[in-house]
């Protein structure tokens, strides 16, 4: 580590768990010493504060505060180390907890924020802070669109923000990862001992101030330091597992471990690859896509409301038309059917056969070929020896068929005497099931 590092800022993260790629030390170096020299412009903003959150646009202070709305999305900075209780983002180089959720939640309140895009562009930070952070962030999915675009990392601290989100995109340099907890010790002893510095410590109990910078760290003080780093690595890993789907099997599985886009996909960690314009594009494009869609449903339902009515009226009439025609058609059919059993030369020699057909219902063609099976009848009824059904026969069977509305065109008053004297002669036959309309 530098030593002319804010001691303020390294308290923040000497023998304190955090969530930092431990690949990056170089970048965690360099983000804390660039922040180390703009400390107190930040304390003197911090100091101007007002109640309210948010600077005028003309701030100067509004720029460590960035809130930028383009085409309905809204595009958070994630950048540098991330800090517990640091309300800005300073640049590149540290961004703080409160401002990433001051920011998400504005624009959630927000009417002319579609969808937030969280930029991300980070190695890690403090673990204090961003488990609440992106159990808010989680928990507002649904209400606006949520992505998040690692361009070009987001590592540890910055992956679990970026999990928290409903879509997660890495440039194709970029990469994720790095689920897991470190502590860093530093111990100087020996150097105390080549500068003739001698530390004495005096404790009330044996574990009192272990691993203290001035000792060699003890057994106990190891095994204390490896619980909880262990504790808040199965936190972290629940986490993930949760807010991407997976298994914590799989998101153990990782080792604590980096991954370019490819691999970051491969693994479910990421959704897509893809630079930052890109990104956004996609977003601005499905944002653009679902409100459309919206309000083509809106508009649909409307339609759909207004000619309910007169759909229902228009299937009223339809019904009636084709109960009419159906009533219509019935007659014709049974008409067709009678005629075609009495007037068959089949039935000429079998009237009364042909009339049980036609009182049993059976099909025209279905009859003819079973009378043709039967042998002929003797014409031995009421005195009449013509061969062949008898006069009148016809319009008895279709007026006793009057179920379809199937009546002779004669005049009514001739047609029923004649029905009369016909239905005598059906009964002489010995059949049943025909009789007037008078009864």
Same mark, same amino acid.
């Given at each position: ?6 001691p ?9 768990? $955090? ?5 990056r030390?170089g ?8 922040l180390?020299?703009?400390m107190?412009?930040?304390?003197k903003m911090? $100091? ?10 003309g701030?100067y202070r509004a ?6 709305v383009?085409?309905?999305i809204?595009r ?6 991330l800090?517990?209780?640091f309300p ?13 959720w001051?920011?998400v939640?504005r624009g959630?309140d ?11 562009d980070s !190695?890690?930070?403090m673990?204090? !802070?961003?488990w609440?952070?992106?159990d808010?962030i ?7 669109? @949520? ?7 987001a ?5 679990n ?14 990469g994720?990862g790095? @689920?897991g ?10 150097? &105390?001992?080549e500068w ?5 410590? @005096?404790?009330s109990?044996?574990?009192?101030m272990?691993g ?6 003890s057994t106990g ?10 504790d808040l ?6 986490m993930?597992?949760?807010n991407?789907?997976l ?6 599985a990782?080792?604590? &471990?980096t991954f370019?886009?490819?691999q970051?996909?491969?693994? !479910? ?5 893809g630079?930052?314009?890109?990104s956004?594009?996609a977003?601005e494009a499905?944002i653009?896509?679902s409100e459309g869609d919206?309000q ?14 007169a759909?229902?009226a ?5 019904a009636?038309?084709?109960?009419a025609e159906?009533?219509?058609?019935g007659?014709?059919?049974e008409?067709?059917? @009678?005629t075609?059993?009495?007037?068959s030369?089949?039935?000429?020699t079998?009237p009364a056969?042909?009339? &049980?057909?036609?009182?049993? !219902?059976?099909d025209a ?6 009378? $043709?099976?039967l042998p002929?009848?003797?014409?031995e009824?009421?005195g ?9 026969m ?6 006793a068929e009057g179920?379809?509305g199937?009546?002779?065109d004669a ?8 029905a009369?004297?016909?239905?005598a002669l059906?009964?002489?036959?010995g &059949?049943?099931?025909?009789k007037?309309?008078?009864?």
């Amino acid at each position: 580590m530098q030593r002319n590092l804010n001691p303020v800022l390294m308290s923040h993260f000497q023998d304190q768990v $955090a969530l930092i790629d431990e690949g990056r030390v170089g970048w965690f170096e360099g983000c804390l010493a660039g922040l180390n020299e703009r400390m107190g412009a930040i304390e003197k903003m911090s $100091a101007e504060a007002s109640n309210s959150f948010w600077f005028e646009d003309g701030d100067y202070r509004a720029a460590y505060r960035p809130y930028t709305v383009v085409n309905g999305i809204l595009r958070v900075p994630v950048r540098g180390v991330l800090l517990n209780n640091f309300p800005w983002q300073y640049a590149g180089w540290a961004t703080g907890y409160e401002y990433i959720w001051e920011a998400v939640k504005r624009g959630l309140d927000d009417r002319d924020v579609k969808g937030i895009a969280l930029v991300i562009d980070s !190695g890690g930070g403090m673990v204090s !802070g961003n488990w609440d952070l992106v159990d808010r962030i989680f928990e507002s999915r649904g209400r606006k669109p @949520i992505w998040a675009i690692a361009a070009e990392h987001a590592y540890s601290a910055a992956y679990n923000i970026a999990a928290a989100a409903e879509n997660v995109i890495v440039a194709r340099t970029g990469g994720v990862g790095s @689920i897991g907890v470190v502590v860093v010790h530093m111990e100087m002893s020996k150097m &105390l001992d080549e500068w003739g510095i001698t530390t004495t410590i @005096i404790r009330s109990k044996p574990t009192k101030m272990e691993g203290n910078p001035y000792e060699p760290l003890s057994t106990g003080a190891q095994k204390r330091f490896q619980s909880q780093v262990d504790d808040l690595h199965k936190q972290f890993v629940a986490m993930v597992a949760r807010n991407r789907g997976l298994t914590v099997e799989e998101v153990d599985a990782t080792d604590a &471990l980096t991954f370019m886009s490819h691999q970051a996909v491969e693994k !479910g960690l990421a959704d897509e690859i893809g630079n930052l314009d890109d990104s956004l594009s996609a977003f601005e494009a499905k944002i653009n896509f679902s409100e459309g869609d919206d309000q083509m449903a809106n508009e649909n339902k409307a339609v759909e409301t207004i000619t309910k009515e007169a759909h229902e009226a228009a299937l009223a009439d339809a019904a009636k038309v084709a109960k009419a025609e159906g009533v219509t058609e019935g007659a014709d059919a049974e008409r067709a059917r @009678i005629t075609g059993i009495l007037g068959s030369d089949e039935a000429k020699t079998r009237p009364a056969a042909a009339l &049980l057909m036609v009182n049993l !219902g059976v099909d025209a063609e279905q009859a003819k070929a079973e009378l $043709a099976k039967l042998p002929e009848e003797k014409a031995e009824t009421q005195g009449t020896t013509a061969v062949g059904a008898p006069e009148g026969m016809l319009k008895a069977a279709m007026a006793a068929e009057g179920k379809h509305g199937v009546i002779a065109d004669a005049d009514a008053d001739k047609q029923q005497s004649q029905a009369d004297q016909d239905l005598a002669l059906i009964h002489s036959f010995g &059949l049943s099931g025909f009789k007037s309309n008078k009864e």
